[in-house]
């Protein structure tokens, strides 16, 4: 990246950042085009939302998806919520573990937390309470109670 590309890219994740959600789309989309996942994971989510455009649920879980591959690991665990959810891709729980397991292996506490909740609850996948209180471990909580 040339030093006017970081002063661009930098501009884009501040308008971000300030919810100047047009410029920022404007800023950023060359970068999700160019393969730049940071990039792609800020688009995702004004289509997903409707930031600066009109909210596109396909964009947003193309540019996610797109992103989550390339390991980013916000990306990883927001998909793995589309997944969870249903939003804007058809509902699938192994489809959300999975996504959730691969930004927990990154570290994500909250990918962890949230697998953990979907085993202790039956979320989309097979109840395992064993399971549930291993991740709730992993992820710093003392689950006794489990």
Same mark, same amino acid.
């Given at each position: ?7 661009? /890219?930098?501009?884009?994740? #501040?308008?971000?950042?300030? =919810?100047? /959600? @047009? ?8 970068? #999700? ?5 940071? +990039?792609?994971?800020?688009? #995702? ?9 009109? +909210? ?19 990306? $990883?665990? @927001? ?10 891709? %058809?509902?699938?729980? %192994? =489809? +959300?573990?999975?996504?959730? @397991?691969?930004?927990?292996? $990154?570290?994500?506490?909250? @990918?962890?937390?949230?697998? #953990?909740?979907?085993?202790? %609850? ?9 399971? +549930?209180?291993?991740?709730?471990? =992993?992820?710093?909580?003392? $689950?006794?109670?489990?």
């Amino acid at each position: 990246m040339s030093e006017q590309d970081d002063m661009n /890219f930098s501009s884009g994740v #501040a308008a971000f950042e300030t =919810k100047s /959600f @047009s410029q920022a789309m404007r800023l950023l989309n060359p970068y #999700a085009e160019e393969g730049d996942a940071e +990039a792609q994971f800020r688009v #995702a989510i004004m289509h997903q939302n409707g930031l600066g455009v009109v +909210a596109n649920p396909m964009t947003a879980y193309k540019w996610m998806k797109t992103a989550a591959e390339q390991g980013l690991a916000m990306a $990883q665990h @927001s998909l793995g919520f589309m997944y969870m959810e249903g939003e804007c891709v %058809e509902q699938n729980g %192994e =489809k +959300a573990v999975e996504w959730f @397991s691969k930004a927990a292996d $990154q570290g994500l506490v909250g @990918s962890l937390t949230t697998l #953990a909740m979907m085993y202790e %609850e039956g979320k989309g996948i097979e109840r395992d309470l064993e399971k +549930a209180r291993e991740l709730y471990k =992993k992820a710093g909580f003392d $689950q006794e109670e489990i």
